[in-house]
């Protein structure tokens, strides 16, 4: 079956600790992200990559990193300068970043801090 | 600046009585707008796509709309399994093509 994996379905951090968040997919898109959820606001950008080794910051990227070492995956890193991490975050693919076609989403990650 | 308003927050509905979700938008350069249904803690689940104003998009008892400035998805007789969250996006020419998030509107449906 094709389609966006992500893991853990939980993670627990913390203080001062990096954990980092795996997103795969096997649909062979060019373009991934990441997003961040939070109640009562809308998906927000933290970071996208169009292609291997290449990505870009989104509007929240402080306190983040990614890598993009593998078309598949795209590995995100919440480090401990993000202060207020407790969120649900989302993974996201879509073919190639100038078609005119939708993102397909994976079913998240919540992190929560201890 | 691009944005996207969706309204009302939440809606609650009786089996079989149709409504109406609003998503407005500003941005320069529509690309395309997006329908989503997230049922809690699960990633949104593709719905729609459309692209240009008077454009419609029907699934089940689900109908999309487009105009200049705004898409209505229309809820024909809903059941309670259509109780859910629904996100609207846009895509936009500029900014890399990024896509921007409403907040959702959160449906449910009371048998």
């Known amino acids: 079956d094709g389609g966006i994996t992500q893991s853990p379905k939980y993670l627990f951090r913390k203080e001062g600790q990096n954990v980092t968040l795996s997103c795969e997919q096997n649909?062979?898109?060019?373009?991934m992200y990441w997003y961040r959820q939070d109640p009562g606001q809308g998906l927000r950008l933290i970071y996208y990559?169009?292609?291997?080794?290449?990505?870009q910051k989104g509007d929240i990227a402080e306190g983040y990193s990614v890598s993009r070492e593998k078309k598949e995956s795209f590995p995100l890193t919440v480090t401990s300068a993000q202060k207020n991490p407790t969120a649900f975050y989302l993974c996201?693919?879509?073919?190639?970043?100038?078609?005119?076609?939708?993102?397909?989403f994976g079913p998240g990650t919540r992190l929560l801090v201890l | 600046e691009d944005q996207v308003t969706q309204s009302p927050e939440a809606l609650r509905l009786q089996e079989g009585e149709s409504s109406s979700l609003n998503c407005s938008y500003t941005v320069s350069g529509l690309r395309g707008l997006f329908w989503y249904r997230q049922d809690p803690g699960k990633g949104p689940e593709f719905l729609f796509t459309?692209?240009?104003a008077g454009e419609e998009k029907e699934k089940e008892r689900l109908k999309a709309t487009l105009t200049k400035k705004e898409s209505f998805l229309h809820i024909t007789a809903p059941k309670p399994e259509d109780s859910a969250t629904y996100l609207c996006a846009v895509q936009a020419s500029g900014t890399g093509n990024q896509f921007y998030f409403g907040t959702g509107t959160s449906l449910t449906v009371i048998p």
């Open positions: 459309l692209y240009s």
């Open positions: 990559s169009q292609i291997v080794n290449d990505f």
């Open positions: 649909l062979n898109h060019d373009a």
């Open positions: 996201a693919s879509k073919r190639a970043p100038g078609f005119l076609e939708t993102q397909y």
